[in-house]
């Protein structure tokens, strides 16, 4: 966990709930400044910590709670709520790793195609084509483990810092997190640091989806 990761989180939690990072801290009551970029560092230059209390303000003002705020930091939205309403889960189709880079799992545009695969219930997820995929290996440890189920969302926006499932035009699907990408090319790279990071010109890969949920 680090600094930006916080500072993301925080933004994230700003955009779900319809606020600006300033509009947020006005709603929890303290300086709207207090999420300012200006305040993100100290006056060496170096990257400073929100305070605790700023953060179990803008959780209470939101009524968020800590699992769903830890969310935010991995790089995955909190979990929709229905006011006053039990969530409503629906079965989407589950593809494992392996079977990802088969052909007859997905269309060219990257959206789930056919029946050759298992289905899963899991919490509503807004996207009508959303899927889950079970990850294999170790490379996305220790934020997704072998056998942790992810929901993949095709057509949630993708920034820098996303955990995000690429195909390449080899037909090699991988879960990684998305360092920077260019009109040219994009950098990916492996959570856990004993695997190696990638790097595609934008013609070799035929798509990359958004992580939005995982099942820990």
Not at 19 to 47: E, I, W
Not at 76 to 81: D, F, G, I
Not at 140 to 149: A, I, L, Q, W
């Amino acid at each position: 966990m680090d600094h930006q990761e916080i500072w993301r989180a925080i933004d994230a939690l700003a955009a779900e709930n319809g606020l600006s990072a300033s509009g947020l801290a006005r709603k929890a009551g303290l300086d709207p400044t207090a999420f300012n970029p200006s305040k993100r560092v100290g006056p060496d230059g170096r990257s400073r910590w929100p305070s605790t209390e700023s953060i179990a303000k803008i959780l209470a003002a939101t009524e968020t709670g800590m699992d769903a705020f830890a969310s935010l930091i991995t790089g995955q939205p909190a979990l929709p709520r229905q006011s006053g309403r039990a969530m409503v889960g629906r079965r989407i189709p589950l593809i494992g790793l392996a079977q990802a880079g088969s052909a007859g799992y997905f269309d060219d545009g990257g959206y789930p195609v056919g029946g050759g695969w298992d289905e899963i219930s899991l919490p509503d997820i807004a996207d009508p084509n959303a899927y889950a995929l079970e990850i294999s290996g170790d490379s996305m440890e220790p934020v997704f483990r072998d056998g942790d189920f992810v929901i993949v969302s095709p057509s949630a926006p993708i920034r820098r810092g996303d955990r995000v499932v690429v195909r390449t035009k080899e037909g090699e699907v991988m879960a990684k997190e998305l360092v920077r990408q260019s009109a040219k090319r994009i950098e990916l790279a492996s959570l856990n640091p004993a695997h190696p990071s990638y790097a595609f010109d934008l013609p070799d890969v035929t798509w990359m989806h958004r992580i939005v949920w995982a099942s820990q």
